[in-house]
């Protein structure tokens, strides 16, 4: 199997089923968008976009996120789950880019990376959305999904982000992670895939008569 040739024939069959490549978190703001992949964790983005607009109602600027009480954090965040470890990790993520980066997210994956309560998957999400950089965001249904498409091996992160990396275009990459979610959710989905009415899967076996998804 030429993952080359899969990997591209997936963007491409991505592009068309999905033209538009949104991220399904809503934000105004670049911090907004860092707090609302924190709260993501372990959380679905349809209850993440419930909560979200309660918090920024009451704490409208990155100031004030930064000065508020965890306990209060907590208290509206509750329905995201792990209310006290993520409204810490808010707080502080606030205060260090408020204080540290004058407000202005950073632009690079080390910088990002050291924003409490940010991981390697986050910050590909804000390198990708907010910058428009290469990104490979590693959630569950890009590793799921990648691992049947026989992408990649690996089950860890990093090592899928790396894995994917070497496959990608580098200018389609956070695309078709946006993409990549769309078709988990719909056909691709973790328990009884719909791959009967797979519009994708015609595309890979033209693409490599040998190929047959791992599911």
């Known amino acids: 199997m030429n993952k080359k040739k899969i990997a591209a024939a997936a963007v491409a069959g991505l592009e068309e089923i999905y033209p538009e490549a949104i991220c399904s978190l809503t934000y105004e ?3 907004q968008l860092m707090i609302a992949a ?3 964790a372990q959380c679905t983005d349809a209850r993440v976009n419930i909560v979200t607009p309660v918090l920024f109602e009451k704490y409208p600027t990155l100031d004030s996120l930064a000065d508020a009480e965890v306990s209060d954090i907590a208290e509206i965040i509750r329905p995201c789950g792990l209310a006290n470890t993520k409204a810490k990790s808010i707080v502080e993520m606030c205060a260090r880019l408020r204080d540290v980066y004058g407000g202005v997210l950073p632009d690079t994956l080390d910088e990002l990376l050291t924003l409490p309560g940010i991981g390697r998957k986050t910050a590909n999400l804000l390198l990708g ?3 428009h950089k290469p ?3 590693t959630d569950t249904h890009f590793i799921r999904i990648t691992g049947r498409l026989r992408l ?4 860890a992160p990093a ?3 790396d894995d994917l990396r ?3 275009p580098a200018d389609k990459s956070s695309d078709f992670c946006h993409r990549l979610v769309l078709f988990g959710r719909e056909y691709c989905t973790a328990r009884s895939p719909k791959c009967d009415t797979c519009p994708l899967r015609m595309k890979l076996i033209e693409a490599d008569g040998k190929f047959s998804c791992k599911v």
């Open 129 to 131: 959305d907010i910058y």
């Open 166 to 168: 070497k496959l990608l």
């Open 29 to 31: 703001e670049p911090y």
């Open 38 to 40: 924190r709260l993501s």
């Open 152 to 155: 990649t091996d690996n089950k």
């Open 135 to 137: 990104a490979v965001v």
């Open 159 to 161: 090592a899928v982000e």
